[in-house]
C-alpha cells in the first residue's frame, strides 16, 4: 500500500489497535507487533511525504500499545516482543528528518 492510501487507512488501524480485546481466544495473530513494522516501513522513501501528518498519531498509538500490553500477546515474551516493535517504531518516525509540504 502507498502512502496516500496508508494515510488514509490509518484511522481503521488506530481503532483496530485501541479496540483489541484483552485476550484473544484464537491465539496470537501478532498483529500488533506486523502492524507496528508496517507503519515504521511506511514513514520511508516516497511515503514519507504522504504519512508525515501522522507522527504524533503514530506516537499516541504507541503509547496506547505500551499500556495495554496485556492485549497484545499470549505470554509475556509476545508482549514484550510487540512493545519493543512500537518503541523501534516510535525510535524510527522521531529519528525521520520530515520534507518540508
Known sequence: MGGIAFAYYFTVI???????????????????WI???YIQNQFSGDNLFHVRHLRERVVMLSTFVHGNTRRFGDDDAERDRVA??????????AAVVLPQP
Open 14 to 32: 488506530e481503532k483496530y489497535i485501541r479496540n483489541a480485546p484483552d485476550i484473544d481466544p484464537h491465539g496470537g495473530d501478532h498483529e500488533a
Open 35 to 37: 502492524l507496528a513494522k
Open 84 to 93: 519493543d516493535a512500537w518503541s523501534q517504531l516510535v525510535a524510527h518516525v
